[in-house]
């Protein structure tokens, strides 16, 4: 897995918007599709430099990525780019198949070497996999697809690569015709026997393909970038979520667009029977069809589907604007608002006072660089108005901390009393602020008398109780009904004119119900009310009384900031009719651009609805590799928190999906999380919910898989590890190998160098069944001797710092992984998690033994490793002073390599060492660790003359042991420490110090014979 490069991919793929799968619907915790792709990918194909590798695997690595490859993109590099040592990467396959997965490019390289940034997008070759662009690119997405093939089919009996390579190409071939007959048929949504034959042909030259391809399941899929990523590669893609929500996102995500997203031509007659005259008048020139000249004889559609959501959105958009579009007036110009800025009010609890005021943290409205803008407080007696004003505000903030100061009479109201006035009477509503847009940006006003008028609540009574939730939200501290507000009903998160807007929507949105399915197949009819009932839910997700006006950026967000719903003091509300931010087009234009980005993939997804672990959900050893990304104790309530767009999808989808929306709110029971309201309040059976569902799951994945399980764990402490270790093992399943990546990394210049923190990690297993026990004894020489000869291999791969750990601990697990019991002297079973303290330790060891130093120059770099500057309890300080070294805490601490703090220790950084020790690495005997980082300190100061003489004392000649050691110290320091810099710096000198330093030697020569 070539990590870095997936992982600056993936910290990308976080900022990417159009097109984006995580544009169509809100879901927590979405793994980044480049580690989706490259996971699924390398599940499915074998290491070309394993012996068991089928010899038609190896020759078609070598006929796909090999040399003669036009420019041979898939060279492996001349020196590894992270490392600053000559470090070169062999032309093996092996390699070869890991720079097709990922690799930086050529610009990145050659700049990163000159110190100068390139954008992200460019970071990566645009021959690589996981390339954001390499979705839509045939090329690449050809060879991953022709390597799954070969490495799906060739074994014992298929050793002939090309001939499985003409059997690709025959059975893609297939599909392409068979879609383009069916694409060009006249009026194909007429489903006619012509139509019927030729959907027919596609349909089964796609299963065809799929047929002789492996199959992939997500037993979590969420928002469903596993199964989009497996299908993408043309495998056969299975998802399954409990939560209904989650499920109609895949559907809308994996399923949909793959199918119906395509090329349509429609006579003229049909398309105006369809859609209407007018529509016929604003299609563009350039679609029109013209048979022999004359006028135009029908339409070709790119995308069937986009032109249907969105011409059905904008219908359903014109029927609700007749409806209520008065209650959002235009101003006096006939500029129509794009949001109203909205305060919740209290009493002031001085009774001689008892003004209302607005509780308001802060006054600004947008808040820029170039551009402030400030709601101005003038309070008269028990008066308060507004003025808006540009400039910086000067004024204190009336909400802080824990109370209110009441701007009229200066009493302090403590949030309790507000609680209790929000508990009986709710609190007030207060439209301070009209938002517009400009030609010179958004402009903020006062409202008018009108709008006042039509904010009243009083005017709203239309609203209809079946379509509003009353359902009750669940209590916890993470959402408002948890926190003593007397918020406790999903319908509370709304103002009445919201409840207003969102209650037409899904009155309009019956209706076109209706008229679709009388007009089009029930399948497709579907498909397209579902995006509308997506499109209302991205309305009701920023137009909710708990979303946020984003001051710097002045746009509305969503509440879910933190996987929580907290209580908000003040929120914008959308004018949906409006055409920006908020407004219903502007949530049509992300659902159509996904449609449009997600079409072009041939296959589509299956997606289930229930929860996994149910052994028959496939056949034993059906399922060729499972890859998944399962949920992690309580990090987040999933079915909590949707329940905010399950109460919404009840009322506009549950006719067309009854069983998924037969319960009152989102299951909760089957949920595989940790959450102790859902267990009396109890933690311990909460943890033990977790663990046996998680146990129970993975074995059911072990009876359905015949191949590989890869799971991706958002999580790398001890106790992550311990859950899914136990998960997996006690699923007769074995973990064969795990990697790093890093989904967060920090946009720094010299982003490949430096410690990587993971912050997530993939780990292989086999379904493999075990066998025999063995003592404790036996399996640490075997995981020592397993680690050593793994430490090597990584390396040249290019692993390091905390990848090379995490890789090399996977390893280190197999190996005890593949016995039943491993017991110690006394006859009794060796826990998981102390297997996994000698798996970490012999890593650790088998890391620290390739530094050529001194023994407190291998802690010092070893435990940077493992904890970075962080504080660490001293038992395991004490273990590891012990693993494959000989060191007293105590003495570490004398020598300043360790500070103490109470009951913890902490490795010091460069400056607080010298400050103790200000002659530290003056003396040529002294450690390494010493000289480096005297050199380091010297470099820092900028006393050239000194660091020059100082390296010529050491001998830091070109090859010489130090620049090796600081080298493996960079790779291991946390990035964007002061020390990481300046080790980093210190190494891009290395030429020019090292001439120099050979030089000093001359010249002091000289200056001797001077002398003499
Ligand atoms: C970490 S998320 C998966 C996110 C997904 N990989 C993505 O990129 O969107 C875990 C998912 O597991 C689902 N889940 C929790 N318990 C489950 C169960 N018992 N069966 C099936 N799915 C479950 C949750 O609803 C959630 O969507």
Redo the contacts with the bound molecule.
Sequence with gaps: MPIREVSVESVRDKSIRHGHISTLHL?W???PLPVCRAVVFASLVPDPLDPECPKAFRKAVDAILGRSVSGDPYRPYENIPWTVVDDPMEDNLRNRLMMFIGKFSDRFIQNERVGKNTPVKDQISEYSLIKWESRHNKEVLHRARKLIWVAYHSGSSHEDADALLTEYEQYWNKIEEAESRYYTLIDRDRETPKVQDAKLAVDEAIAAFQNRMPSVFD????????PLEAARLGCRSYG????PV?HIIQRGSVEFPQKFGKPIRFSRERFITRYGKEAWRNLPQEDLLYENGGDATGVYIANRLAFDVDFYARKLLKMAEEEIGHFYPEDEHGKKPIAYYWARTARCANPSCRAEVPLLKQFYLCKKKDKKVYLKPIVEEKSIRFRIEYGTSNDEAWVEGNSLRCPCCGNITPIKQIKEQSQKTGLGLWQIAVIENSSSGKRYRLPNEEELKLAKHEVIQKLDESLIPQEDMIITPDMVSGRGWGITKWKDLFSPRQLLAIQTLIQKHSEIKQELFADVNDDYAQSVVTYLAILIDRIVAIQTSFGRWHVGRETLEHPFARQAIPMIFDYPEANIFSSTTGGFKNQLFWIVTYIDSESWNHFHSVCNNS???DINQFPHKSITATVT???YYDAIA?ADISDFFYVWMKRTLADMYPLNFATPQTPKT????ALKHHHSGEVKKAYQHFEN?LKN?FSAIEHQTSDIVSIMFAHQSTKAWTTLCNSILGANMNITGSWAIDTEMANRSVSIAGAALASSVTVSCRPTKKSGFASFQEVRTAVTEVIRKEVKELYDMGFRGADLLTACFGQAVSVFGAYEHVEKNDGSEVKVSELLALARDAAFQAIISDIEADEYTRFYIGWCNLFGFTETQHDEVRRVTQIGLSLDVSDLEQHHILQKSGNSQQLMPLEDRIQYNPKLGTNKSEWMLNHIHRAMYLFNKGNRDMLISHLHTIGATNGSSFWRVLTSLSEVLPGGTDDFKAASELMANQKNLVREALNYQARQGEQSQLDL
């Design positions: 879901w915790a979405r793994r037993p979590f899929a969420g928002g469903g970038a596993i399954n979520d409990l939560n989650a929860s996994s672990g990304d399962p949920p999933y089957e949920e595989c999380t569902k799951i």
